[in-house]
């Protein structure tokens, strides 16, 4: 009775931002709202939108505690210290500086990355130039997700596949991360140097130590505690947060102001997951749906491939302006009530590929919104350019990998 008052309270919630929310989540959540109800007057039990809603409510303190982090983050003398020294790379690294600092800055800052590389441009450089800032960046940011448990769907990956352990996912995540900015710098790195990646690599070693110290402090938690991906977060930024404030109590009041600013964005985020969560619930637990996909999910067809639309179900949709949220958790939701036979841990790299590679080309994507704010570049130049190709690349690279580790594994 408790979790059906507070998962209503949520509902409420959702319903009062809608009006402030942009158009493409009020798009999206009148389709799935429409998909929900047709549903639970068809197939499906109308109990499963309240058990979708309680799976959600977690996000209503996740969320708040990643904006919390980034605010910290953004406020932290390291952070800054790595920024100026990108500013100060040569045109010739420029672009290699942008792609892996918006990587590690985008780990905890996620789209506030974008304002720090954002000075690496001059304010006199020209339109191409700053495209091609701008798309260096979405590559570096938009990956970043492949490993941080900074990021929403690092966390909905984890509702669904909370058997993947943080000291699996993170470590496999960082190497795919790794081959992912080799294979940008690859394409687009004109002149390609060693040099300039370790120059770029320098200018980040001020901040390397303290994402080391977050990110492994959260594996530990996750490890020797029976804490979640979800719990271990939860718990173990805001201590990180706190011990900030102590060390710098003149950054608590800008902190507290702008996270309880950032609140009022956050309508957006968590309108895209109920909604994705409630009709991944509620098509799951549908015995007359599951009748039918089961025959192609389970065991119907091979790991790569469903590893392979695992990823595509979320980035061809994106690329027409479908928030991989939706697509790729209702998938998952599908995916994971069924016997599918994929090694959760490939399935969950799979996720977190397809979430970052359509956010990266997604014409409504907030990351490419801002992005194209940052360095005045309009959004449609930003998605749909040369990270298109890219995307595909990186693509057509993770699924044998993914599909190796399967077949290692199982």
């Given at each position: 009775?408790?979790?059906?008052?507070?998962?209503?309270?949520?509902?409420?919630?959702?319903?009062?931002?809608?009006?402030?929310?942009?158009?493409?989540t009020k798009?999206?959540?009148g389709?799935?709202?429409?998909?929900?109800?047709i549903?639970?007057?068809?197939?499906a039990?109308?109990?499963?939108?309240?058990?979708?809603?309680?799976?959600?409510?977690?996000?209503a303190?996740?969320l708040?505690?990643?904006?919390?982090t980034?605010e910290?983050?953004?406020?932290?003398?390291?952070?800054?210290?790595?920024?100026?020294?990108?500013?100060?790379?040569?045109?010739?690294?420029?672009?290699?500086?942008?792609?892996?600092?918006?990587?590690?800055?985008?780990?905890?800052?996620?789209?506030?990355?974008?304002?720090?590389?954002?000075?690496?441009?001059?304010a006199?450089?020209?339109?191409?130039?700053?495209?091609s800032?701008?798309?260096?960046?979405?590559?570096?940011?938009?990956?970043?997700?492949l490993?941080?448990p900074?990021?929403v769907?690092?966390?909905?990956?984890?509702?669904?596949?909370?058997?993947?352990?943080?000291?699996?996912i993170?470590?496999?995540?960082?190497?795919?991360?790794?081959?992912?900015?080799?294979?940008?710098?690859?394409?687009?790195?004109?002149?390609?140097?060693?040099?300039?990646?370790?120059?770029?690599?320098?200018?980040?070693?001020?901040?390397?130590?303290?994402?080391?110290?977050a990110?492994?402090?959260?594996?530990?938690?996750?490890?020797?505690?029976?804490?979640?991906?979800?719990?271990?977060?939860?718990?173990?930024?805001?201590?990180?947060c706190?011990l900030?404030?102590?060390?710098?109590?003149?950054?608590?009041?800008?902190v507290?102001?702008?996270?309880?600013?950032?609140?009022k964005?956050?309508?957006?985020?968590?309108?895209l997951?109920?909604?994705?969560i409630?009709?991944?619930?509620?098509?799951?637990?549908?015995?007359a749906?599951?009748?039918h996909?089961?025959p192609?999910?389970?065991?119907?067809?091979?790991?790569?491939?469903?590893?392979?639309?695992?990823?595509?179900?979320?980035?061809?949709?994106?690329?027409?302006?479908?928030?991989?949220?939706?697509?790729?958790?209702?998938?998952?939701a599908?995916?994971?009530?069924?016997?599918?036979?994929?090694?959760?841990?490939?399935?969950?790299?799979?996720?977190?590929?397809?979430?970052?590679?359509?956010?990266?080309v997604?014409i409504a994507?907030?990351?490419?919104?801002?992005?194209?704010s940052?360095f005045?570049?309009?959004?449609?130049?930003?998605a749909?350019?040369p990270?298109?190709?890219?995307?595909?690349?990186?693509?057509?690279?993770?699924?044998?990998?993914?599909?190796?580790?399967?077949?290692?594994?199982?």
């Open positions: 009775m408790l979790d059906h008052i507070v998962a209503g309270g949520l509902l409420l919630y959702v319903l009062g931002t809608l009006p402030q929310a942009r158009l493409e798009v999206l959540v389709i799935g709202t429409v998909a929900t109800l549903l639970i007057s068809t197939v039990d109308p109990e499963a939108v309240w058990r979708g809603l309680e799976r959600t409510l977690i996000f303190g996740l708040p505690t990643l904006k919390m980034r910290v983050a953004r406020l932290m003398p390291s952070v800054r210290a790595s920024q100026n020294r990108l500013a100060a790379l040569p045109d010739s690294a420029a672009d290699v500086g942008i792609t892996i600092g918006a990587t590690v800055f985008g780990a905890v800052l996620n789209t506030g990355s974008f304002a720090l590389v954002s000075a690496v441009v001059p006199n450089a020209s339109k191409e130039r700053r495209r800032a701008a798309c260096a960046s979405m590559r570096g940011m938009s990956i970043a997700v490993w941080s900074f990021f769907g690092f966390a909905v990956a984890g509702t669904y596949l909370p058997m993947v352990e943080l000291w699996e993170i470590p496999f995540g960082f190497i795919c991360v790794a081959i992912s900015v080799s294979i940008a710098l690859a394409m687009f790195a004109r002149p390609f140097s060693f040099s300039a990646v370790g120059a770029a690599l320098a200018c980040l070693k001020p901040i390397a130590s303290r994402l080391g110290i990110a492994g402090t959260v594996i530990l938690v996750g490890t020797f505690t029976p804490l979640s991906t979800l719990g271990s977060i939860l718990v173990v930024m805001p201590l990180l706190m900030q404030f102590f060390r710098r109590p003149d950054a608590l009041r800008p507290l102001e702008k996270t309880a600013e950032g609140m964005e956050l309508g957006d985020d968590l309108a997951v109920a909604i994705a409630v009709v991944g619930t509620v098509a799951g637990e549908a015995d749906v599951i009748v996909v089961a192609l999910l389970e065991g119907g067809l091979p790991a790569p491939v469903l590893l392979a639309l695992m990823i595509g179900i979320q980035l061809i949709p994106a690329i027409i302006g479908i928030h991989p949220i939706i697509t790729g958790t209702i998938f998952l599908a995916l994971t009530s069924l016997d599918h036979g994929v090694l959760p841990l490939a399935l969950y790299e799979a996720m977190l590929a397809g979430w970052g590679l359509g956010a990266m997604s994507s907030l990351s490419v919104v801002t992005a194209g940052m005045d570049v309009r959004p449609t130049r930003v749909l350019g990270n298109l190709a890219y995307v595909f690349v990186v693509w057509a690279v993770l699924v044998p990998i993914l599909s190796i580790l399967h077949y290692a594994l199982m």
